[in-house]
């Protein structure tokens, strides 16, 4: 019988986890966080030091692999970080602070901000889509209730978001702030997209003139009922749309406008991350640990 994955090392030494970090971090280059220099440092020793703590022969400074990550001026030990990223890696459709505090055995506070940093490091760019020729679907969908919105026919109340993605490949997500403005911010959203691109869309009217620059823009007419059309549909996206509020509702049930857009991050790590490109939940983790460096989150979360 296979031995589950969260019994691995990392996950219950603190040694083990520091080690683990490491080496996915630094890999053979082993950087100082204060002068750049590679290589000339060396481990502390003694009972007294803490786990993790190296010397710079530079510079003289002392530092650890948390410097400059997102695990920087966090109290919580390594292994429980590495945990948690286990498990928001490894939930198709998240997991909230309140199941990490239980989970962890940390505070119900110290476990939504860990969920943040975590969201942080899941967020990458996403550039040139469909260069080749490829197809590119996109759609904007609504949910929820904007803080302070009164509840209202339509959809001006709701959050918005919009998103673009690659048939085989790649999902971005956007956050559009419904300030009466979708045309232009749709624009700037699009810029990730190549011009060689195939576009298909559904029958928005923004969609007419800001699409005509793709070497091809295909539409599907909802409104008459007409949702596949030989190739043409935006079936992939929502899908996506359709994981994305499952886990929205269901699993985080609110969320304020200003982390709306770490919450897209995350779940769009995941979809880029999928088991149908044979990414498991091991993998998909350890990619999560290649995002952790250079990006730091105070509790001022709106930066």
């Not at 109290?75 to 989970?103: C, D, E, F, P």
């Not at 298909?200 to 969609?207: E, G, H, Q, S």
């Amino acid at each position: 019988m296979a031995a589950s994955y969260l019994s691995a090392p990392h996950f219950h030494d603190e040694q083990a986890a520091i080690d683990f970090v490491e080496a996915r971090v630094w890999g053979a280059n082993r950087v100082c966080p204060h002068c750049g220099v590679i290589g000339e440092s060396k481990r502390y020793g003694g009972k007294s030091t803490r786990l993790g703590l190296w010397k710079c022969y530079a510079c003289r400074k002392p530092f650890t692999v948390k410097i400059g990550t997102i695990f920087e001026d966090s109290h919580v030990q390594m292994h429980l970080w590495l945990q948690a990223i286990y498990l928001v890696a490894a939930s198709k459709k998240g997991i909230s602070a309140n199941q990490l505090h239980r989970t962890l055995g940390v505070t119900l506070k110290t476990a939504w901000f860990m969920g943040h940093r975590i969201r942080l490091a899941m967020a990458g760019d996403v550039s040139d889509m469909g260069s080749g020729g490829e197809i590119i679907e996109a759609d904007e969908t609504y949910f929820g209730a904007k803080e302070g919105k009164r509840k209202r026919a339509g959809h001006g109340h709701k959050h918005t978001v919009f998103a673009l993605i690659q048939r085989g490949g790649k999902v971005k997500s956007f956050h559009l702030d419904g300030a009466g403005k979708t045309a232009e911010q749709i624009t700037e959203a699009l810029k990730v997209v190549s011009q060689n691109a195939n576009i298909m869309t559904d029958n928005a009217r923004w969609y007419r003139k800001i699409m005509a620059d793709y070497a091809s823009h295909e539409v599907v007419d909802h409104s008459k009922g007409e949702y596949v059309r030989g190739n043409v549909h935006t079936n992939t996206i929502e899908n996506v749309f359709s994981v994305f509020k499952r886990g929205m509702v269901g699993t985080y049930q609110h969320c304020k406008e200003q982390h709306l857009h770490r919450y897209l991050s995350e779940f769009d790590f995941r979809y880029n991350n999928r088991v149908a490109l044979k990414i498991s939940d091991q993998q998909r983790a350890e990619n999560l640990l290649t995002g952790v460096s250079g990006k730091r989150l105070t509790y001022k979360t709106t930066n």
